[in-house]
């Protein structure tokens, strides 16, 4: 008498894919551990520490924190990333919906601008700013050569000067970034809903706003948060600009971190502000979360 094989059924067909699928994920995993969980839970420990950074390293309890926590110059360095992650928003969401909206047009030319308009993002941030720390030189720079009284001021030493110059230069390297992301959500709105907007009569703006915007809803959370959460990181651009200067009026966290670890040799209090700076994050992701809705993955119809 023979036996008949076992009928695979879906499920314990899939058993073996699912298997499969979770081996290819496990080198990620081990790599994200070693890279990102491991070093943030040494940077933990750390804060709770003494230590100049070659000697012996001491637990302090929470010496470090309370230092860190008293210290004027942490809410005011936290003021100031605030501050330039907000007028950075302004400046790119803005101007990174038109170009994407422009962008993903069919015609060639339009290809060949993307092209052209990424290039910023592929400088470094550091060849970057010491390019605008010698155009923007009042001696020098390229007002002095113009002969324009306008462009010869001393850009990186006023603070609200100095503001303005980081925000720009931020924003014309990352602003190309964004228009990528907002090029590929304009072109997944179906082309229905612009055709029947044109039968009802609506002109470019009125489907741009009733139409665009809407759909662009679940984009816009994903640029922002990028745009946010990266703000926090900003230091080499910043700290070959104005190293944090005039005074202090462009010394963010990252800066901040940087002076207390590497210029004052005291790791622990710059680990604490390390430990701050991911928590902000964090707090700044899960809001915007919370702010695009539960489900992320909803239809592009909602917004017509």
Do not use: C
Request: charged share 10%; glycine share 12%; no cysteine.
């Amino acid at each position: 008498m023979t036996v008949a094989p076992p009928i695979r059924t879906p499920a314990t067909a899939g058993g073996g894919r699912t298997g499969a699928v979770s081996w290819m994920v496990l080198p990620a995993l081990l790599a994200f551990l070693a890279f990102g969980v491991v070093p943030l839970l040494g940077v933990v420990a750390l804060s709770f520490t003494t230590w100049d950074g070659l000697g012996a390293i001491n637990p302090s309890g929470l010496t470090s924190w309370r230092a860190v926590i008293a210290d004027p110059a942490l809410p005011h360095a936290l003021g100031v990333t605030f501050l330039i992650m907000g007028l950075s928003w302004l400046f790119q969401t803005p101007l990174s919906i038109l170009l994407g909206v422009f962008l993903a047009g069919r015609e060639r030319y339009r290809g060949f601008l993307a092209v052209l308009y990424f290039i910023p993002l592929l400088l470094s941030s550091a060849a970057l700013a010491i390019t605008f720390k010698a155009l923007l030189d009042p001696n020098f720079g390229l007002g002095a050569g113009l002969g324009a009284e306008f462009l010869s001021q001393d850009w990186l030493g006023q603070g609200n000067l100095a503001l303005g110059v980081i925000v720009f230069v931020v924003s014309w390297q990352f602003i190309p970034f964004h228009s990528l992301i907002y090029q590929g959500g304009v072109r997944q709105i179906p082309v229905t809903l612009y055709e029947a907007a044109q039968i009802d009569g609506a002109g470019r703006w009125r489907q741009f706003f009733s139409i665009t915007l809407p759909q662009l809803k679940y984009t816009i959370i994903t640029s922002s948060t990028l745009m946010v959460v990266g703000s926090l990181t900003f230091f080499d651009l910043i700290f070959v600009l104005t190293a944090g200067g005039p005074g202090d009026a462009t010394r963010v966290l990252a800066v901040e971190m940087y002076a207390r670890g590497f210029q004052a040799n005291l790791m622990g209090p710059a680990s604490a502000i390390a430990v701050i700076l991911v928590l902000v994050g964090l707090a700044l992701a899960l809001l915007l979360r919370r702010l695009g809705g539960r489900d992320q993955s909803a239809s592009q119809l909602e917004g017509a």
